[in-house]
C-alpha cells in the first residue's frame, strides 16, 4: 500500500490524496488553495493549468503520472477539495464520486468551466452505500457533520487493509440540518480494523470539542433580534456553503424584514441546495451575478426593511461586502448600521489582511461590527482524540494544514500511544509513503 500526499500537507487547503495497491490507485478529494485563488481575481477559469499549479493554486499532481487511476471519490463540496476538479479530472478520465450535495457543486463548477463532458463522469452516492471500484477498491461514504450539507468520512476497503478519510468533519450531536454523525458505523469500523487514517486538523489547536450548529443558531438569532431593535440597516455574511447557517438566518428573521442574498457563491451554493429540498427560499430574492447585484441594491429605499445576507465573510476583495465598503454600490452603510461576521476568519495571513481591510472601512464609515457569532465545522483537539479512539488506525496521517498543525496533530497521536516517525507520520506535497 502506497500513499500519496499531493496537496494540502504545507497548507491549509489544496486538498488531493490518493492511495496505491497492486498497481491501481484511487484519488481523494481535488481542491484549490483559496487564498492564492481568491488573489487571482476572476481569472482562475481561463487560467492555464500548468501556471496555476506553478503558483500553488492547484495541487501538483506529477506524482501521479502513469498511474492507473481507477476513481476519484469527493468527500464534500467545499472549493479546496472539488475546484481543482475542472483543471486536473479530464485527463485520469474515470468515475467520480459524492454524495448528492457535493456532485450537485461539482455540475455547476464544470459547467461554469465549461467542462460539460466531464459531467458525464459524476456519480451519485449515498452515506451507507458500498461501490465497487476494482478488483482492489471498495468504498463506502458514512456519514459525519461538517459545515456543508451531504459532508462524509470515507472508508476505502482494500485488500491490504481499510483506509479512513476523515477529511473536514465535526462530531455534532444536534445538528440543524441533517444526521448526526454515524457513530455506529464508525465504531465498526475501528472494531473490524483500519490500517491507516487520513485525517484534517485545521482546529487541532484549539483544547475543545466543536460546539454544535444549534449554539451558532441561537447567536444568529440573537445577533439578528437585538439589530432589529434599532431599526438599522443590518448585513449579515457568512459562508455561502453553510446551507444550515443560511436556513437558521431565514427562520430567525420570520418574515419580519425583506431578505436579500447577494453574490455568486452565494447563488451557486443555495440554488444547488433548492434543487435537492434542503433549504427553503421562499419570499428570499436571490441574486448572483454583478449587474443583478447592482441592481437589487440600488433598489433599496428604506434599508430598515431588509436583511442583507452577502458573501465577503472573509474580506474577499470582489466580494459583495467588500464592494459595499469600498462604495461601489448606490446603496452605502451609515453610523449605526451594523454588520453580523457569521464566520471566523480562516487562519492564513491573506484572510486576515483582507478582514482587517473590510472591518477597518466599514468602522470608519460608523457601521457597528459584530464578529464570530459563530461556531466552526471543524473538529477540535478532543474531537480528534474521540475519532483516534473509535478508530484505533494503525497508521495515522494528518493533513489539510501546514507543517504546525500537522505537528499538533502528531503531538495528539503521540498522547495516544502513536509514535511519529512510525505510526504517526508527518508528509509533505509530492512526496508518498509505503505502509506495511
Known amino acids: 500500500m502506497r500513499f500519496y500526499a499531493v496537496g494540502g500537507y504545507n497548507e491549509v487547503g489544496k486538498n488531493m490524496s490518493a492511495l496505491e495497491v497492486n498497481g491501481e490507485t484511487v484519488i481523494v478529494d481535488m481542491g484549490t488553495h483559496?487564498?492564492?485563488?481568491?488573489?487571482?481575481?476572476?481569472?482562475?477559469?481561463?487560467?492555464?493549468?500548468?501556471?496555476?499549479?506553478?503558483?500553488?493554486?492547484?495541487?501538483?499532481?506529477?506524482?501521479?503520472?502513469?498511474?492507473?487511476?481507477?476513481?476519484?471519490?469527493?468527500?464534500?463540496?467545499?472549493?479546496?477539495?472539488?475546484?481543482?476538479?475542472?483543471?486536473?479530472?479530464?485527463?485520469?478520465?474515470?468515475?467520480?464520486?459524492?454524495?448528492?450535495?457535493?456532485?450537485?457543486?461539482?455540475?455547476?463548477?464544470?459547467?461554469?468551466?465549461?467542462?460539460?463532458?466531464?459531467?458525464?463522469?459524476?456519480?451519485?452516492?449515498?452515506?451507507?452505500?458500498?461501490?465497487?471500484?476494482?478488483?482492489?477498491?471498495?468504498?463506502?461514504?458514512?456519514?459525519?457533520?461538517?459545515?456543508?450539507?451531504?459532508?462524509?468520512?470515507?472508508?476505502?476497503?482494500?485488500?491490504?487493509?481499510?483506509?479512513?478519510?476523515?477529511?473536514?468533519?465535526?462530531?455534532?450531536?444536534?445538528?440543524?440540518?441533517?444526521?448526526?454523525?454515524?457513530?455506529?458505523?464508525?465504531?465498526?469500523?475501528?472494531?473490524?480494523?483500519?490500517?491507516?487514517?487520513?485525517?484534517?486538523?485545521?482546529?487541532?489547536?484549539?483544547?475543545?470539542?466543536?460546539?454544535?450548529?444549534?449554539?451558532?443558531?441561537?447567536?444568529?438569532?440573537?445577533?439578528?433580534?437585538?439589530?432589529?431593535?434599532?431599526?438599522?440597516?443590518?448585513?449579515?455574511?457568512?459562508?455561502?456553503?453553510?446551507?444550515?447557517?443560511?436556513?437558521?438566518?431565514?427562520e430567525s428573521n420570520n418574515g419580519r424584514r425583506k431578505i436579500l442574498m447577494l453574490g455568486r457563491s452565494m447563488e451557486n451554493y443555495i440554488s444547488a441546495a433548492e434543487s435537492l429540498g434542503l433549504i427553503d427560499t421562499t419570499g428570499v430574492e436571490l441574486y448572483g451575478r454583478g449587474k443583478t447585484v447592482r441592481g437589487a441594491l440600488s433598489g433599496i429605499k428604506n434599508p430598515e426593511e431588509y436583511l442583507i445576507v452577502c458573501t465577503g465573510n472573509q474580506g474577499e476583495p470582489n466580494s459583495v461586502l467588500a464592494r459595499i465598503s469600498r462604495k461601489e454600490y448606490k446603496f452605502s452603510l451609515k453610523k449605526e448600521d451594523q454588520v453580523i461576521f457569521s464566520s471566523e476568519i480562516i487562519p492564513t495571513p491573506v484572510n486576515r489582511a483582507n478582514r482587517y481591510v473590510v472591518e477597518s472601512t466599514l468602522k470608519d464609515q460608523g457601521a457597528r461590527i459584530l464578529s464570530d457569532v459563530h461556531v466552526s465545522g471543524h473538529a477540535m483537539r478532543e474531537d480528534h482524540r474521540d475519532l483516534l479512539k473509535m478508530l484505533s488506525p494503525q497508521y495515522v496521517i494528518p493533513c489539510h494544514g501546514e507543517t504546525e498543525r500537522l505537528a499538533s496533530y502528531a503531538s495528539l497521536a503521540t498522547e495516544e500511544g502513536y509514535v511519529i516517525g512510525g505510526t504517526v507520520r508527518i508528509m509533505q506535497n509530492g512526496r508518498y509513503v509505503d505502509l506495511k
Open 34 to 250: 483559496m487564498d492564492k485563488l481568491i488573489a487571482m481575481s476572476d481569472d482562475y477559469e481561463t487560467s492555464d493549468t500548468g501556471e496555476l499549479t506553478s503558483n500553488g493554486v492547484l495541487p501538483d499532481d506529477k506524482l501521479l503520472n502513469g498511474k492507473n487511476v481507477k476513481a476519484i471519490i469527493i468527500s464534500h463540496g467545499h472549493l479546496d477539495h472539488v475546484n481543482a476538479i475542472p483543471k486536473l479530472a479530464e485527463k485520469y478520465n474515470c468515475p467520480i464520486f459524492g454524495t448528492p450535495y457535493t456532485i450537485e457543486i461539482i455540475k455547476r463548477i464544470l459547467q461554469n468551466h465549461k467542462k460539460k463532458k466531464l459531467i458525464k463522469n459524476l456519480y451519485v452516492m449515498n452515506c451507507g452505500d458500498t461501490a465497487e471500484i476494482s478488483k482492489n477498491f471498495q468504498f463506502e461514504f458514512v456519514n459525519t457533520t461538517h459545515s456543508i450539507p451531504h459532508s462524509t468520512l470515507i472508508a476505502l476497503y482494500t485488500p491490504e487493509g481499510t483506509v479512513a478519510f476523515a477529511y473536514d468533519y465535526k462530531l455534532d450531536n444536534t445538528p440543524t440540518l441533517g444526521e448526526k454523525p454515524n457513530y455506529a458505523k464508525i465504531k465498526k469500523l475501528g472494531k473490524n480494523g483500519i490500517k491507516l487514517l487520513i485525517c484534517e486538523c485545521v482546529r487541532v489547536r484549539d483544547e475543545m470539542r466543536t460546539p454544535s450548529e444549534q449554539i451558532a443558531k441561537i447567536m444568529v438569532h440573537d445577533a439578528l433580534e437585538r439589530a432589529y431593535e434599532d431599526s438599522s440597516a443590518v448585513i449579515i455574511t457568512t459562508f455561502a456553503s453553510q446551507i444550515a447557517r443560511l436556513k437558521g438566518i431565514i
